[in-house]
């Protein structure tokens, strides 16, 4: 059965309109709820209003009571991994045994110059530490209690007590760099996500299925997840209209955002595909103000993809 996650938008928002729509969600049988872990606005001008993603998601957490909540995806550079793995241990608790630990290497170079955040000294690095941290948030959410002295990181004694609730706390790698990502992956993730063309999945779910091997790794035990920006209507046009009217509300001019916008059984012949080559889950990223019908009729997608 193909799982849904929203990705809501957390810039250009406010706190009603985000619960409200995470609610929404909730309430129509949707599997999980995301947003981002970004310090300024990453569509349209950077200094729009945005909201904080771990608290927006603990602010969740006690609301909702079956959605997975989690974050697509942490930045890396923004805390240590001891760090991360208390703040995911926490949401944990919060919402009952529903978090996920989404992490990825970081990109958006201006909200770390803005707020004086190391961005090291290019990407290959962000990877070599996401990798690393990826291994001590791991060892820390299993309960080891432990010293590290890494290339990057250094732990004395370090323990992340109280244990998550879920025994197997996911975590979750956002990316798709070929020798790098996709080798964490392969080594450490429980999940994956990733977007674009189906010729562009296929080309690193390949990519992917090597490093598995190489490293002895069934990757069917990987939730495969990729993201789309989605819009349903009775009408492509109107699907259209309505998803350029919510880019126009983030200050976007002209639509940067491959979105699938059309009637239900459009939107699922696009993503089969993508679920006939191992992808359990299609996550929508959505900008606000939130389209409620289209949280609403989620479930006509599912239904087709099912059938």
Not at 35 to 46: C, K, N, V
Not at 203 to 229: M, N
């Amino acid at each position: 059965m193909t799982r849904f996650g929203l990705q809501l938008w957390s810039q250009q928002t406010d706190w009603p309109g985000f619960r409200d729509a995470a609610l929404a969600a909730d309430a129509a049988d949707w599997d999980s709820v995301w947003t981002w872990d970004h310090l300024m606005a990453i569509f349209g001008p950077a200094q729009q209003p945005i909201f904080e993603g771990w608290g927006l998601m603990s602010a969740l957490a006690p609301l909702t009571s079956r959605v997975r909540l989690g974050l697509l995806v942490g930045a890396n550079t923004f805390r240590s991994p001891a760090h991360t793995a208390k703040l995911a241990t926490t949401l944990d608790h919060l919402s009952g045994g529903r978090a996920v630990l989404g992490i990825g290497g970081a990109w958006f170079e201006r909200e770390h110059e803005g707020y004086g955040i190391d961005f090291y000294s290019g990407f290959g690095e962000r990877l070599d530490r996401l990798d690393e941290a990826v291994m001590l948030m791991r060892r820390l959410l299993d309960g080891e209690r432990f010293s590290h002295e890494g290339r990057f990181y250094t732990f004395k004694d370090a323990l992340c007590e109280p244990r998550p609730i879920q025994a197997h706390l996911p975590i979750l790698v956002g990316g798709s760099g070929p020798k790098k990502t996709l080798r964490t992956v392969a080594l450490r993730a429980d999940g994956w996500n990733t977007a674009g063309t189906i010729d562009e999945v296929r080309a690193r779910l390949a990519i992917l299925a090597e490093h598995c091997d190489a490293v002895g790794r069934d990757i069917t035990t990987i939730e495969k997840t990729v993201s789309f920006p989605i819009m349903l209507r009775d009408d492509r046009a109107a699907a259209a209209a309505a998803f350029e009217a919510l880019l126009a509300h983030n200050g976007v001019e002209a639509p940067d955002q491959r979105g699938l916008t059309g009637t239900p059984a459009e939107v699922a012949d696009t993503i089969r595909p993508y679920a006939e080559l191992g992808f359990e889950t299609v996550i929508v990223r959505m900008p606000a103000p939130y389209d409620r019908e289209t949280i609403d009729r989620m479930a006509e997608v599912r239904e087709l993809l099912d059938a």
